[in-house]
């Protein structure tokens, strides 16, 4: 019983000491927070993902406060949660475009021409600096997933080695962007439902020796669509994201691409998702 | 003959060079040593093999059973684990489950009952191997582990020990020589008469043969220093860790016993005696548990020693080898980070910036 | 010769088949002339070089193509007579395609006006330089590095040796050997032009000894020229430039430093025969010796392939093949790279064309590491190679680097031991990029 006692009284004791010393300390030593941070951070969604260019989401709510981006710079929040930062700031909600990644290739096992049976590890970069990698194309996606790993919201799917964006689940924050060795995957307008999937700058010719689907820039396209839709680059052509129109998936009722890189996300999704069923 | 060779080359000689679709594509180098795990795990198991015939020799058809019953239990605990994990069987088939099996019947005692050696294998394989992730990532070696869970756990198993067939006793159990030491130590404060009784030349003789009490392969000395010479033979070991595993226990008992010399036999006992070889030359040599580097196997071989004689002298345990390499083991990825190689070229670069400061 | 074993330094591998045999008898040839070739514009480690010729022009074999495009470039030159096709890509040797000026072949192979013969012996080192740079000579022991930068050193650093790699380390691969047993006096004389450009009249060639004949054949000669020939252990990477000079000088050249650090030039005993052409006959580089081997070659041998040349052709020369290749490497089954491509053509640094079967590749697994060590043990550099490829596997970077990944020569002897077969390499490879990557942003 005695032991119990003490046993009792010397922890209350240090307790009580260790308590009152943490409680001066937290007095002395305080450090002054801007208590809009917190509020900020509370309707951020919260999964630091650096996708606005800061260290993470606290990084970020302390420079919304400070006046560095405005709240529409977080590429993942909804709009609602974006407009209920501005109000409880009482600042301007900020006009930044959400943005999806775009993969801009078509090249899956299907319709790479040169396939070479590639042995080791799987890793895209580890990929290219072995002759290239496996497939014919250099410029194409090597197929290896180190886009689809970086995705902090799991948007990439690999089907049937490409690497394929799921636009409703990606947020734009532009992870993947530069663990592609081979620069393939860029931002693009969330509004801008059509995408050329080849961004290779070979000539035509020589992409259909590899490919089946590469743009062999015949501007069918270009010819249908309006001006400035399109743009024009040596032998390949990319949807211009900046024009004032967009091209929309009305441009199928004039034009069908002879090689089908043309395609709509949707098109571009089930086209690949067909792919890979078939081979499994 | 070799008209044969042509007829059947020049046709051939027409043939249509590939397209890239057929070529391999990898990483230099394209050529390789032709060895592999397999090889590895069954040289080890070659140089068992004097031990488990010494083993077989001293005790026994209850000493092959109980091989047998262990090897046959990892394989299956093994296969099942990879079932239910969805892993390739590659473990099975590169026999590194038949070596921990093997190492589990070593650490045995000729006498136990085989659901024994079941528990153990499963033990070994489960807990102290696929747990962690599977060959590669098990810090403790797992043939240890099991022999310490077992110990723990089922005492009265893991320390009555079958006497060998050559053995003039009557009786169905005996104790190993660093048992009957353990005993006296606690009754007797000096017990230098008990010592001399298990620690003279005609005793060291029979030890040294392996006609004493202990696990099934851990007795026999000579058959175990000849698998100790064929590992270090096939480079399959650092040789730094049982040269300096053995002589720290050498060196440390030595002081002890010439100082206090009713504290502990001398040196050549600790040797001889209990699992010491087979510790210092099968189970703290696992590639996987032990250190990378030379410097790294000279420490864990002196760490293991140091506590092995801490645990035999002054521990409530007669042996304290699966205690000290498990204890090392732990420390192995501090070992390594900080027992490292300097690159080449690394005190030239030294010498070079010394001379200009 | 100190001893019969030879010379070595610590760590390396001995390859259990080196597959020399196959073509170490086999007598240079020279190739017969093609209707066309694909010669590749950026051959050399460096700036490339500026083309001076365009689509329709005329060129004479030996002509000038295109221009040395700064300090650490060399000119090219044209390998025939003929006329400019076009100037278009092609596959590269590392599987990117690259820029190559296609030449088509008049059949009449006439040179051009070549450069004088110089009077080496009585001229000023720089001018011996200027006619190695302009005859567009390179290391041709894989690097292609510009032969004249490595001769003119900065002028606080002083050099007192000069050492001809004649090791030729690589399995398989027998163009060094042939040289040195056939043009042995190319070899010796280029030794001494080098070795006046830096005015060093220590010399020294160092052969592997499973090469005896072309140690005795270069020993006969040697003493006219002042220089000393040095049998070396055989063992892989005996070649490599600062395992040479720790086994022939006995000095070790500090991390991520040259070997003009330790007053020490290393040149490959082609990159010598080629300044001897260069300096005596005022002959450019524009064909090289190439071994074409493996088992799946008909007749392994050895050939003076012009630039340009595709290794599908080089391969029929060799009499084509007689059963199916399951991989094609440039270079040696060490350090070669892997073609996807048969249209890649010869350039100064393609030392061999090796053809393996199905059964001899290595296939990589991603197996765990026991741990044996057997890496640490075979790595050259020292380094412990295990660790490492641990670090890289879980992306830490830094922590690679930090554990001196970029001293890694990329050898491949750890790969070569490794019992599970882990594409240790490769990993490398990435992370060097990786981490070069980071530095740059």
């Not at chain 3, 080098?194 to 140690?215: F, P, Q, R, S």
Request: hydrophobic content about 45%.
């Amino acid at each position: 019983m005695e032991v119990f006692v003490t046993a009792v009284i010397t922890m209350a004791v240090i307790g009580i000491i260790l308590g009152a010393i943490i409680g001066i300390a937290a007095k002395l030593f305080k450090v002054e927070v801007d208590p809009r941070i917190d509020l900020v951070s509370e309707l951020l969604p919260g999964v630091n993902c650096g996708g606005c260019g800061k260290a993470g989401c606290a990084d970020f709510a302390k420079s919304i406060i400070e006046g560095e981006n405005p709240p529409s710079k977080c590429p993942v929040a909804s709009q609602e949660q974006i407009s209920s930062i501005a109000k409880a700031l009482g600042i301007e909600v900020g006009d930044a475009v959400k943005q999806v990644a775009v993969v801009f290739c078509g090249g899956d096992h299907n319709q790479e021409k040169v396939q070479t049976l590639y042995n080791g590890v799987s890793d895209c970069v580890s990929a290219s600096l072995i002759a290239g990698g496996p497939k014919g194309c250099s410029y194409g996606c090597l197929g290896m997933g180190s886009c689809a790993r970086a995705c902090p919201f799991n948007a990439i799917e690999m089907l049937n080695g490409l690497a394929v964006v799921h636009p409703h689940l990606c947020v734009g924050c532009g992870a993947c962007i530069d663990t592609c060795p081979r620069k393939i995957i860029e931002l693009a307008p969330q509004t801008a439902k059509v995408h050329i999937y080849c961004n290779s700058p070979e000539k035509g010719a020589a992409k259909m020796k590899v490919c089946a689907v590469p743009c062999i820039a015949c501007r069918k396209c270009v010819k249908a669509g309006e001006e400035n839709q399109f743009i024009i680059d040596g032998f390949n052509i990319s949807v211009n994201y900046e024009a004032e129109k967009l091209v929309d998936t009305a441009i199928f009722e004039n034009v069908k691409c002879p090689t089908s890189c043309l395609l709509s996300e949707t098109e571009h999704l089930k086209i690949e998702k067909a792919s890979k069923s078939e081979v499994v | 003959m070799n008209e044969e060779i042509k007829q059947e080359a020049a046709p051939k000689a027409e043939m249509q060079l590939p397209k890239g679709n057929e070529l391999v594509l990898s990483s230099s180098p394209h050529i390789h040593a032709n060895e592999d795990v397999q090889k590895v795990m069954l040289k080890v198991m070659i140089a068992l093999m004097p031990a488990v015939f010494a083993g077989m020799l001293f005790f026994g058809n209850a000493a092959i059973l109980v091989i047998l019953y262990c090897i046959a239990f990892s394989v299956a605990a093994e296969m099942i684990w990879c079932k239910f994990a969805g892993k390739p069987l590659n473990t099975v088939k590169d026999l590194s489950a038949v070596l921990t099996g093997l190492l589990l019947a070593m650490n045995l005692s000729a006498g136990v009952p085989w659901w024994l050696c079941l528990i153990g294998a499963f033990l070994a394989i489960w807990l102290g191997k696929q747990v962690f992730g599977g060959l590669g990532h098990n810090p403790f070696n797992p043939a240890l582990v099991a022999r310490v869970a077992l110990l723990i756990a089922l005492p009265k198993y893991m320390t009555s020990w079958v006497p060998t067939r050559f053995m003039d006793i009557d009786g169905i159990t005996c104790a190993t020589p660093l048992g009957v030491v353990s005993t006296t130590e606690k009754v007797l404060q000096n017990a230098q008469g008990v010592f001399a009784n298990v620690a003279n030349p005609e005793a060291y003789q029979e030890y040294f043969l392996g006609n004493m009490g202990g696990c099934l392969g851990e007795t026999s000395a000579v058959a175990l220093l000849l698998g100790g010479v064929i590992l270090i033979f096939f480079k399959l070991i650092k040789w730094q860790v049982p040269v300096f595993y053995v002589a720290t226990v050498a060196a440390f008992t030595a002081i002890i016993n010439y100082f206090f010399p009713g504290v502990t036999p001398p040196a050549l006992f600790h040797i001889l005696t209990g699992g010491l070889l087979l510790g210092a030359i099968f189970m703290a040599t696992d590639m996987v548990t032990s250190p990378m580097t030379k410097k790294g196997a000279v420490l864990f071989g002196i760490g293991c020693g140091l506590i092995t004689c801490i645990i035999r002298i002054w521990g409530n345990y007669p042996e304290g080898v699966s205690f000290a390499i498990l204890f090392m083991n732990s420390l192995v990825p501090l070992i390594d980070r900080f027992a490292t190689k300097k690159p080449f070229g690394f005190h030239a670069r030294e010498d070079k910036e010394g001379a200009k400061a | 010769m100190s001893s019969s074993k030879g010379l070595t330094f610590k760590g390396g591998i001995h390859p259990t088949s080196d597959g020399k045999a196959l073509s170490s008898s086999a007598a240079i040839q020279d190739a017969p002339l093609l209707e066309e070739y694909q010669v590749i514009i950026h051959q050399n480690i460096g700036a490339p070089p500026k083309v001076l010729v365009a689509k329709g022009d005329e060129v004479k074999k030996g002509q000038v193509i295109a221009e040395a495009g700064g300090f650490v470039s060399v000119a090219l030159h044209s390998p025939t007579s003929g006329k400019i096709l076009k100037i278009d890509n092609i596959p590269g040797p590392m599987g990117v395609p690259v820029q190559a000026v296609f030449i088509s072949a008049d059949g009449e192979d006439q040179w051009g006006e070549l450069m004088p013969p110089m009077d080496w012996k009585n001229a000023e080192p720089q001018a011996i330089k200027d006619r190695i740079r302009d005859a567009g000579v390179v290391g041709m022991g894989g690097a292609a590095f510009p032969t004249h930068v490595k001769l003119s050193p900065p002028p606080e650093k002083k050099l007192d040796c000069l050492i001809l790699n004649g090791a030729e380390c690589e399995p398989y691969l027998t163009a060094d050997h042939r040289l040195m047993v056939e043009y042995p006096e190319k070899v010796l004389e280029g030794a001494a032009i080098l070795g006046k450009a830096i005015a060093v009249t220590d010399i020294y060639i160092g052969v592997e000894v499973n090469k005896m004949d072309a140690i005795d054949t270069l020993l006969a000669k040697a003493d006219a020229y002042g220089i000393k020939i040095v049998g070396l252990q055989v063992k892989y990477p005996q070649g490599a430039e600062k395992h040479l000079i720790s086994a022939i000088i006995k000095r070790e050249v500090p991390t991520g430093g040259l070997p003009m650090d330790v007053a020490c030039v290393v040149q490959n005993v082609g990159s010598a025969a080629a300044v001897a052409d260069a300096v005596t006959e005022g002959k450019p580089l524009i064909e090289r010796i190439t071994t074409i081997t493996g088992l799946p070659v008909k007749n392994p041998s050895n050939w003076r392939l012009k630039l340009g040349t595709p290794i599908v052709e080089a391969i029929k020369f060799a009499g084509g093949i007689v059963c199916e290749p399951a991989k094609i490497i440039l270079g040696g089954p060490m350090m070669g790279f892997a073609q996807k491509s048969l249209q890649v053509t010869v350039t100064k640094n393609t030392s061999g064309v090796l053809l393996m079967k199905k059964e001899e590749i290595t296939q990589y697994q991603s197996t765990a590491c026991i741990r044996c060590g057997r890496c640490l043990d075979a790595c050259p550099m020292n380094l412990q190679p295990g660790s490492l490829s641990a670090a890289i596997e879980s992306e830490k970077f830094d922590l690679a680097a930090k554990n001196n990944l970029m001293d890694c020569v990329e050898c491949g002897s750890c790969a070569y031991v490794c019992p599970s077969n882990r594409p240790l390499v490769q990993h490398f490879r990435r992370a060097k990029a990786e981490i070069r990557n980071r530095s740059k942003k």
